[in-house]
């Protein structure tokens, strides 16, 4: 049996993303899969960027790592871009968008919104056609999926669906659904396509959050405030 844990959505978040890597290193799980969205937002987009790469064997493209490596022109990305520069923006642009493989028998996808439309956003709430598009046959392989783990939306759930297994492993560095650090964990035979034992497991974490908020304060980044009450309330700064 092998373990993976899954992260996501570090978000230039240092105390939580030390934090759950601490909290890896003390499960004793040697391998790390991350889902994306490594910068933006937090004030230490460039030491998050440095960290995944340094403790990530597989590192999947998020919606932010697109905007902050293909596009210009807002104040928050400049911000961001002139902290990462030009070598970890590279890095960020050649990222994949999806990875896969079997693990017990299972056909496991995991990506950071949906593996074949990088701002396909699937919540719980999204109607069941929806969701199922994220098990759709993808070009690797052209199979469908039996599970998918994903990121991008910041709130940590596991579904089933017409014998299907959907998992989110929430946010590192900015959750939202409450305010404390998650990750997932799936354990079974890596690279296996003989059926056998599988399971995921969700991990909530507390971390520092006043220094992840004295750290943003000492910067003059964009959206400041609303990334500070994020980290505190776990509400999102869209939600009324």
């Known amino acids: ?45 460039a030491e998050a960027v440095d960290m995944i790469q340094k403790h990530c064997e597989v590192v999947i493209k998020g919606n932010w790592d697109y905007y902050l490596a293909d596009q210009e022109g807002r104040d928050t990305l400049i911000w961001h871009q002139n902290k990462l520069g030009a070598e970890r923006l590279n890095y960020m642009k050649a990222l994949p968008i999806y990875k896969e493989f079997y693990i017990s028998g299972k056909l496991l996808r995991l990506c950071h919104a ?88 969700l991990v909530r974490l507390p971390y520092d959050i ?5 750290q943003a304060e000492l910067t003059d980044m964009p959206e400041k405030q609303e990334y500070i009450n994020e980290l505190r309330t776990a509400v999102y700064r869209g939600r009324k």
């Open 114 to 201: 949906s593996p074949n439309d990088l701002f396909h956003r699937v919540y719980l709430s999204t109607k069941q056609s929806e969701r199922l598009k994220l098990f759709e046959p993808t070009p690797t392989l052209n199979l469908e999926a039996d599970v998918v783990g994903y990121g991008d939306i910041h709130g940590a759930h596991i579904d089933h669906l017409q014998g299907k297994t959907i998992f989110n492993v929430g946010s590192v560095g900015n959750p939202l659904d409450m305010p404390q650090a998650s990750y997932g964990i799936i354990e079974g035979k890596i690279n296996a396509r003989d059926k056998g034992s599988f399971s995921i497991t």
């Open 1 to 45: 049996m092998g373990r993976i844990a899954i992260i996501s959505d570090i978000h230039g978040n240092m105390p939580a993303l030390e934090a759950v890597l601490a909290d890896i290193r003390g499960r004793e799980i040697q391998r790390i899969f991350c889902l994306g969205d490594l910068a933006g937002k937090g004030p230490s987009s």
């Open 210 to 214: 006043a220094l992840a908020v004295k």
